[in-house]
């Protein structure tokens, strides 16, 4: 079984300061894990993947991701927030053994002021 | 642009009526997938094809039913409609079948049910 659970429905950053975006996860087997962008009327875009290699994953416009095993966790931080990066983001988990769906978090609304 | 290609972008029909949505994937990707999305479910994974056959089935009821066809193209099949099927309703594609591969989103249906 898999679970994904993102800890913030909202976060409100200014411009210019760092963004964390919260995502805690649950596995039976090894796990993939995913952050995607939603802007308004869009469809989702994938932002950076963790698939067992390296633990720090860095994704497109200057977003990364840590995957930590020992806290369950693949929290998504940028160290500089732009206006453009006002949109929703989900976590998303799927597992590595066997033939495994995507579950996807509820999302988390990012709010970018100036 | 993710080369994925959802028509129509919005529908209106009235409760008990039948649609068709129509998904073209990106160019060389042989899974089709369809999600469904509403404030109160979030993203719910409906059914996968690929290459022309059923992959996988989520929470898809039996109203629902999809076909992908030999040029790919796929068309999810809404029928007896009600006013909770109102959603967006998404197509994503991706190059293999096993869903740790990044999926490509279309821009979505929105579908009304009055």
């Known amino acids: 079984a898999q679970s994904v659970t993102q800890l913030d429905s909202h976060v409100s950053v200014s411009e210019g300061t760092p963004v964390l975006l919260r995502c805690n996860y649950s596995?039976?087997?090894?796990?993939?894990l995913f952050w995607y962008v939603q802007h308004p009327n869009k469809g989702l875009q994938l932002l950076l993947k963790?698939?067992?290699?390296?633990?720090l994953v860095k994704g497109i416009n200057g977003f990364e991701a840590e995957f930590k095993k020992s806290e369950t966790s693949f929290h998504l931080t940028k160290p500089s927030a732009h206006m453009s990066d006002a949109a929703e983001y989900f976590c998303v988990v799927t597992q590595n053994s066997g033939y495994s769906t995507l579950t996807f978090g509820k999302g988390t609304m990012l709010l970018v002021s100036p | 642009d993710s080369g994925v290609t959802q028509t129509p972008k919005h529908l209106i029909t009235a409760t008990g009526q039948r649609v068709t949505l129509r998904c073209s994937p990106r160019s060389g990707d042989l899974s089709v997938y369809w999600y469904q999305q509403s404030l109160d479910q979030g993203l719910q994974f409906l059914i996968q094809?690929?290459?022309?056959?059923?992959?996988a089935k989520g929470n898809i009821l039996e109203r629902f039913s999809a076909q992908q066809f030999p040029d790919l193209h796929s068309e999810l099949n809404l029928s007896s409609l009600e006013l909770g099927d109102s959603a967006l309703y998404f197509c994503a594609s991706s190059l293999g079948q096993v869903h740790n591969s990044p999926l490509h989103f279309g821009n979505g249906t929105r579908l009304t049910v009055t």
């Open positions: 963790y698939t067992s290699a390296a633990t």
């Open positions: 094809y690929y290459n022309g056959e059923e992959r």
């Open positions: 596995s039976s087997y090894s796990p993939s």
